[in-house]
Nanobody, 121 residues
Framework: QVQLQESGPGLVKPSQTLSLTCTVF??????????WSWIRQPPGKGLEWMGAISDSATTYYSPSLKSRTSISRDTSKNQFTLQLTSVTPEDTAVYYCARGVGSSHGPADYWGQGTQVTVAS
C-alpha cells in the first residue's frame, strides 16, 4: 500500500517561497511509469495540476505556473519537493501530492491527505 504525506509550513508571507515536501511510503519514487505530482485546490475552486517529476527525474510544469515552480526529489529519503516562488494570496490552497500513472497527467491512484497553505502577512 502506497502512502504519501505532505509536510511544510501552513502560513507563508506574500512574495516569499512556498516549500512543501511529499514523503512516499510503500513504494519507490524511482519505479518506472509513475509520475509524482503536485496538485492544489484553492478555496471554492477546482483542482489544479501544478507539475510532476518522473521516475527518471524529468520535470513537467503547468504553463501558467512554470515561471514560479520547481519540483525536485531526494531519492535517499524517497521524497519530492515543491517550491513556488513569489507567492500571493491567490496561492492560498490545499496542496496535495499524488502518484500519477503512465504520464505526467495520468490518473492519480494514490494521494496525500492534503495540507492547507495560507498566504498572508
Amino acid at each position: 500500500q502506497v502512502q504519501l504525506q505532505e509536510s511544510g509550513p501552513g502560513l507563508v508571507k506574500p512574495s516569499q517561497t512556498l516549500s512543501l515536501t511529499c514523503t512516499v511510503f510503500g513504494g519507490s519514487i524511482t519505479t518506472r511509469s509513475y509520475y509524482w505530482s503536485w496538485i492544489r485546490q484553492p478555496p471554492g475552486k477546482g483542482l489544479e495540476w501544478m507539475g510532476a517529476i518522473s521516475d527518471s527525474a524529468t520535470t513537467y510544469y503547468s504553463p501558467s505556473l512554470k515561471s514560479r515552480t520547481s519540483i525536485s526529489r531526494d531519492t535517499s529519503k524517497n521524497q519530492f519537493t515543491l517550491q513556488l516562488t513569489s507567492v500571493t494570496p491567490e496561492d492560498t490552497a490545499v496542496y496535495y501530492c499524488a502518484r500519477g500513472v503512465g504520464s505526467s497527467h495520468g490518473p492519480a491512484d494514490y494521494w496525500g491527505q492534503g495540507t492547507q497553505v495560507t498566504v498572508a502577512s
